[in-house]
C-alpha cells in the first residue's frame, strides 16, 4: 500500500508508548508485547469523543444498553497484564456496520452494528460480539489510537473529502456526477480500494491486522470460542456491501429529493427566512443548519478496511495457536441482551432519527416535528435529536424556542460542531461579534480541531478586525492543512 507518511515500528497512544515486536511467526501476539507503564488520563468528555462530535450523528448516552458491552470489556481487559485503560464505551445512530476508537480511547459502537446482529441468528453469540470489543479495545491498548489522529491530520493535509470523491468516481467512468453520488461512490469504493491504493483509511493495515490478532488472544484467554472472530469479519464484509449499496441508494434518492425542492422553490418563493422578526435580516438560522442536513447520513467510511483479507490473516494465525482450543459458544447472555427492551428501544430510535434526517432534507418541517416527537429516551436526549429539532422550529417559525433551545444545546460538553458554528454565526447576527469570536476560540481548543477558523476570520473580518484576522490567518498558515488554508485565505479575503 502506497504511504504517504512511514508508520513507526513502537506505536504510542498520546504520549504512551507499547513495546510492539510486531506479530510473531511462532507463539502467541500477546506474549511477546510489553504493555505501557500508564495510560493518559480520561480527558474532558469534548476531547473525549472527538471527532465523533465533528458529525450530526454526535454520540447517544445510555448505560442501559452499553452496561453489557462494559461487561465483555472488562472481561477482556482482565487479561491484559499492563495498565487497564478507562475505554468507555458510547452509542452512536450511525446505520452502517462499524465500530471505532477515538484518539483519546473512547469506543463508538454503531447502531447498524447492533442492528446487523440483531437481525441474523447466526452471529448471535457473546462471542462474534467479543471479538468487536476486543478489537476496538486492542487499538488503544497498542497504542494505534495516536497514529489515527496523525492520519487523519495527514488526510487533511492532503485531500478533501471531495476530491477524494472526484478520484474515486474518476476511477469509476462517473466523473459526471454530483457531489452526494460521489460520497456513496466513496462509501463504495473506499473500503477496499482507496485504502489500499494511496488513501487514508483510519488504520494502516498492519495495525489491523495487530488489532485483530490481539483481539483473538484476548478472547481466547477469556475462554471466548475465537473462530467466532472470523464470523465477525465475515458479517463486517458482507455488511460493508450492503452499507456501500445502500449508501448509493440513498444518495442519489437526496439527489432527486433536492432536484425537485429547487424546482418547487422556482415555481413558488415560499422559503423567505422565518426569523427575520427576531433575527438581523442577513441571517438565518434555518439555512445555516441546512447546510448540515443529510451530512453523515452519506459519508466515507474508511474505519475498517480489507475484512477478507483480514479474515485470511487471521484464520492462518487461529489455526497456528488455538486450534485445539473449542470453548462452548456464550449465546444465552448475547440473545437476552440483543432481544431486550433497551437495545431495541435504541435501534428503534436510531432508525426514526435517520428518517427524521431525510424528512428535513425535504423541508417537510411539519412530517419532521411528527417523527421527533415519536422519539424517546436516549436518542431524544442526544445532540442529534436537539439538532434536528431546532431546525424545525426554525421551519415552523418558532424562533423564540429555537434560540432557546440552539443556546441549551451549544453549552452542552457533548456539543457537536455543526452547532457550535451555527451558535456563533446567532451571536455574531445580533452583534456580539466579540462573544462569537470568544465562544468558537473556546470550542475550538476544546475540540482540539481548528475547522473553526475560517469562521473566525469570516466574523472578524466583517467586524473589521484586522489584527485579530491577521492573528487567526498565521494560526491557520500554521495548521500545515492545505484544505484549511485556503479556506482561511478565501475568509480572509472575502
Given amino acids: 500500500m502506497k504511504k504517504f507518511l512511514a508508520l513507526a515500528g513502537t506505536l504510542s497512544l498520546l504520549g504512551c508508548s507499547t513495546s510492539n515486536p510486531g506479530i510473531p511467526a511462532q507463539g502467541t501476539y500477546i506474549s511477546h508485547i510489553t504493555p505501557p507503564a500508564s495510560y493518559p488520563t480520561r480527558p474532558a468528555l469534548q476531547k473525549l469523543i472527538f471527532p465523533h462530535n465533528s458529525k450530526i450523528e454526535g454520540i447517544v448516552v445510555d448505560p442501559t444498553v452499553t452496561a453489557y458491552m462494559e461487561q465483555i470489556r472488562d472481561r477482556l481487559l482482565a487479561q491484559w497484564t499492563g495498565v487497564k485503560p478507562e475505554a468507555p464505551i458510547f452509542l452512536s445512530v450511525d446505520e452502517q456496520f462499524s465500530s471505532d476508537v477515538s484518539p483519546a480511547g473512547a469506543m463508538f459502537i454503531n447502531a447498524g452494528m447492533i442492528q446487523y446482529f440483531s437481525d441474523n441468528p447466526e452471529t448471535q453469540s457473546e462471542d462474534a460480539f467479543a471479538f468487536v470489543i476486543a478489537h476496538e479495545l ?5 497504542g494505534h489510537a495516536a497514529d489515527k489522529a496523525a492520519n487523519q491530520k495527514l ?3 492532503f485531500s478533501g473529502a471531495g476530491e477524494l470523491g472526484t478520484m474515486v468516481a474518476g476511477a469509476a ?22 485504502g489500499e491504493y494511496g488513501g487514508f483509511p483510519s488504520w494502516s493495515r498492519s495495525q ?6 490481539l483481539a483473538v488472544d484476548l478472547m481466547a484467554k477469556a475462554g471466548y470460542s475465537v473462530s467466532m472472530a472470523e464470523t465477525s469479519l465475515d458479517a463486517l464484509n458482507t455488511a460493508d456491501q450492503r452499507d456501500a449499496a445502500r449508501a448509493e441508494l440513498k444518495a442519489k434518492a437526496a439527489q432527486e429529493k433536492a432536484r425537485q425542492e429547487a424546482e418547487k422553490n422556482q415555481k413558488d418563493n415560499l422559503t423567505a427566512a422565518v426569523l427575520n422578526p427576531i433575527l438581523t435580516p442577513g441571517f438565518s438560522l434555518l439555512g445555516s443548519g441546512l447546510n448540515y442536513v443529510g451530512k453523515g447520513v452519506v459519508y466515507v467510511n474508511l474505519d475498517h478496511p480489507h475484512a477478507a483479507e483480514r479474515k485470511a490473516e487471521l484464520s492462518h494465525y487461529i489455526n497456528r495457536n488455538y486450534a485445539d482450543l473449542i470453548p462452548i459458544l456464550h449465546k444465552a447472555p448475547f440473545q437476552k441482551w440483543i432481544r431486550s427492551r433497551e437495545v431495541q428501544k435504541f435501534l428503534h430510535e436510531s432508525q426514526a432519527i435517520n428518517d427524521v434526517a431525510d424528512t428535513a432534507a425535504t423541508k417537510n418541517w411539519q412530517k419532521t416535528r411528527q417523527l421527533l416527537a415519536g422519539i424517546g429516551s436516549p436518542v431524544r436526549s442526544s445532540q442529534i435529536w436537539l439538532y434536528f429539532n431546532i431546525l424545525t422550529e426554525a421551519g415552523l417559525g418558532q424562533n423564540r424556542q429555537a434560540i432557546a433551545d440552539l443556546q441549551a444545546a451549544s453549552q452542552r460538553d457533548d456539543v457537536i460542531l455543526q452547532t457550535v458554528s451555527i451558535w456563533a454565526d446567532y451571536l455574531d447576527s445580533q452583534g456580539k461579534t466579540d462573544d462569537a469570536l470568544a465562544y468558537l476560540a473556546q470550542e475550538q481548543k476544546l475540540f482540539d480541531d481548528p475547522a473553526t477558523l475560517p469562521q473566525q476570520i469570516t466574523i472578524a473580518k466583517k467586524a473589521k478586525k484586522t489584527i485579530t484576522v491577521n492573528e487567526l490567518v498565521v494560526e491557520c498558515q500554521m495548521t500545515g492543512i492545505d484544505r484549511l488554508q485556503q479556506q482561511c485565505s478565501a475568509a480572509s479575503k472575502s
Fill in 173 to 194: 467512468g462517473g466523473s459526471a456526477i454530483a457531489s452526494s453520488a460521489k460520497m456513496a461512490l466513496l462509501s463504495l469504493y473506499g473500503a477496499h480500494t482507496i
Fill in 208 to 213: 489491523e491486522e495487530e488489532a485483530d490478532t
Fill in 155 to 157: 488526510e487533511q493535509r
Fill in 138 to 142: 486492542s487499538h488503544i491498548l497498542l
